[in-house]
C-alpha cells in the first residue's frame, strides 16, 4: 500500500490524537528548530553510501528542510511547536502554507530518524523476539529485504519506504509517497529507507533496488529498531 498525500489527510484527528511514533534526536525547542549533527563521520558508511552522497544528502538537502522550515513557520501556529508536533498537526491541513509546512517537517522528521538508524555499533541484523516476528512477517530477513524492494515499486516517483504496522497492527513495509511518514498517520516509524535519487543515485544511479538491498544488508543498526519498537 502506498500512503499520499490524501491518506494522511483523512487520518484527520485520530492521527493528531495518536502518541504511536517513535522519536528521533530532535532538540525539544521552538523555532528555530536545529539540525542535529550527523552520529557518525561522512565517510563511515561506505562503500555503502558514499562520503560524497552524506555530503550532499545531509549538507544540502536535509539541511535545507530545517532552513524552509523555520522561514514557513515564523509567526505561525507551528513557532513553537515540536517537530513531530509539527508533523502530526500540519498533515491534517490542506491550507497552502501548512502543506508547505507539513513538506518540509516531514522531510526534516524523516532524515533525522533517517540517519539515526545507521549509527555504528549494533548488530545489523534483528534478533530474539524481533527475528522471530520478522520471520513471521516476511519469511526471513532476505524476505524482509525483497518485500522492501517490492514495495519501493509502489511507489510513484519520490518517497519512503518504512517499517512501520498495517491497519491490522502487524508488523509492515509500507511504501510512503513524497514527505509522507507514518507519524503523519498515528501509526510508529521503525526504519525508514529513502528512495529519494538524492539519495542514492550518485553511487548507484538508477540501481534503487541494490541500493536499498546493500542499506539493509550492511548498514541498519538493529539496536536502534528495537528501542523504537520498545518506545
Given at each position: 500500500m502506498t500512503i499520499t498525500r490524501r491518506?494522511?489527510?483523512?487520518?484527520?484527528v485520530a492521527a493528531?490524537?495518536?502518541t504511536m511514533f517513535s522519536q528521533p534526536h530532535v532538540a525539544r525547542a521552538a523555532l528555530?528548530?536545529?539540525?542535529?549533527p550527523l552520529p557518525f563521520g561522512e565517510g563511515d558508511l561506505a562503500p555503502v553510501i558514499s562520503a560524497k552522497t552524506v555530503g550532499l544528502h545531509y549538507g544540502k538537502h536535509h539541511k535545507a528542510y530545517f532552513d524552509k522550515l523555520n522561514a514557513l513557520a515564523q509567526g505561525t501556529r507551528y513557532a513553537d511547536m515540536e517537530l513531530d508536533e509539527t508533523v502530526r498537526q500540519s498533515a491534517t491541513s490542506k491550507a497552502e502554507g501548512d502543506v508547505k509546512i507539513f513538506n518540509n517537517a516531514a522531510q526534516a522528521w524523516n532524515h533525522v530518524a533517517y540517519w539515526d538508524q545507521f549509527v555504528p555499533g549494533g548488530p545489523n541484523?534483528?534478533?530474539g523476539d524481533l527475528a522471530t516476528s520478522i520471520e513471521t512477517a516476511f519469511g526471513g530477513y532476505d524476505g524482509f529485504i525483497k518485500r522492501a524492494v517490492d514495495v519501493s515499486d509502489t511507489v510513484f516517483g519520490t518517497g519512503w519506504v518504512w517499517f512501520t504496522r498495517g491497519d491490522d497492527d502487524r508488523l509492515a513495509l509500507i511504501g510512503y509517497e513524497d514527505g509522507n511518514n507514518p507519524v503523519a498517520v498515528g501509526r510508529p516509524a521503525y526504519l525508514g529507507i529513502d528512495i529519494w535519487e538524492h539519495a542514492y543515485?550518485?553511487?548507484?544511479?538508477n540501481r534503487k533496488a541494490d541500493h536499498i538491498a546493500a542499506v539493509l544488508d550492511k548498514l541498519i543498526n538493529w539496536r536502534v529498531i528495537e528501542e523504537r519498537i520498545a518506545a
Open positions: 491518506t494522511v489527510l483523512a487520518a484527520g493528531a490524537a495518536s528555530p528548530l536545529k539540525q542535529p541484523r534483528p534478533q543515485y550518485v553511487d548507484y544511479e
